[in-house]
């Protein structure tokens, strides 16, 4: 990508943007102000990057003047040391957007191997995740929680809610491994158990259009762990997708209608979601660098208590501080999924 031939594309395009506004009608003036504000952080970038580059020019031709060197070679310095920083980011910025990154989130976590040891572990880190979300000023709505006799989970479902959720947890998508002592265990040996978490982009009603000859509903008593919060009525819903058998089961709330239009939600998330997978598997071999395959069953983090440490195998690194990452904090760790991410896409667009 040359960047000169880039910049001055970006800023012919939005004076375009500019002068179609001042005679846009109605219905054009949404599409060309949206279109105008995604460009225009990259617009300030672009005149920062050239106010600096102009700036470098004027200090190398003032390193002939003895009494203006000290100067100009301070300022030549500068220059130098943030250019490559400011060309960095406008070339991450002219790159494709994941076009699902800006959404909210739908967030599912069930336990895999392990038995009551994973379904303890998916709890954990089902509240590590809402903590962070939280911390990140996020809406958590809870929309599924099947709680177990032991206070695991045989399955977790929220909504998280703001600006860049899913761009933000979309590498948390896969299986999340966790080794410790249990404490049921009694001769004190370390089980290796396992969790799958899923981060949805979620999906309006625009993007999955459901008929209702594809849908199969299914109504039935909501359980509890023990017995507890047991309905009496056939509160609890399952529906089933027909044409991709994609099945959601919903019974946290105590009525029939809300707990319907809960498992709307994340059934056509789980759509959404099945579609753009299928989009990135047919592209997946111009993908080179990504962060791990992408594949769901694809395992990318282990916890080891005994140890304390949390290490992402997709990248390579490893956290001796497990106590403050199941405490939700996250950054460190998604701080580096993203560099890396940028880093591959940045390579990539450069072959």
Do not use: C
């Amino acid at each position: 990508m040359s960047l000169p031939a880039s910049l001055d594309r970006v800023l012919r395009r939005a004076e375009e943007l500019r002068a179609l506004l001042e005679t846009a009608d109605g219905a054009q003036v949404g599409t060309l102000s949206r279109e105008l504000s995604a460009l225009e952080p990259i617009v300030e970038k672009v005149s920062a990057f050239r106010a600096l580059d102009a700036a470098r020019a004027e200090a190398e031709a003032l390193l002939a003047d003895p009494e203006m060197r000290e100067l100009a070679e301070a300022e030549l310095a500068d220059a130098k040391a943030r250019l490559p920083g400011l060309e960095r980011e406008i070339r991450l910025a002219l790159l494709p957007k994941d076009a699902a990154d800006e959404r909210s989130a739908i967030l599912e976590i069930r336990p895999a191997a392990g038995g009551d040891e994973a379904g303890l572990f998916a709890a954990e880190l089902f509240r590590a995740y809402q903590r962070y979300a939280e911390a990140r000023g996020w809406r958590w709505t809870l929309l599924d929680y099947d709680e177990n006799e032991l206070g695991g989970v045989k399955g977790a479902t929220a909504e998280i809610q703001g600006e860049g959720v899913f761009a933000r947890l979309k590498f948390e998508s896969g299986v999340h491994r966790v080794q410790r002592v249990p404490a049921t265990e009694t001769q004190g040996r370390i089980h290796t158990s396992t969790v799958t978490v899923a981060v949805l982009p979620e999906a309006e009603e625009v993007d999955v259009r459901i008929e209702d000859k594809d849908l199969r509903v299914d109504t039935y008593r909501a359980s509890g762990a023990g017995g507890q919060h047991v309905n009496k009525t056939d509160s609890a819903v399952r529906l089933t997708h027909i044409p991709t058998g994609i099945v959601v089961a919903m019974q946290e709330e105590k009525s029939q209608h809300k707990n319907r239009a809960k498992a709307m939600k994340v059934l056509r998330s789980r759509i959404f979601d099945a579609q753009r997978q299928a989009l990135d598997s047919a592209r997946a071999a111009d993908r080179k660098g990504q962060v791990g395959t992408g594949d769901r069953s694809e395992r990318i983090r282990t916890y080891n208590f005994p140890q304390g440490r949390v290490t992402d195998h997709r990248i390579g690194l490893t956290l001796h501080k497990i106590d403050r990452v199941m405490l939700g904090e996250l950054d460190e760790i998604l701080d580096a999924l993203l560099s890396e991410d940028e880093a591959a896409r940045l390579a990539a667009a450069g072959e």
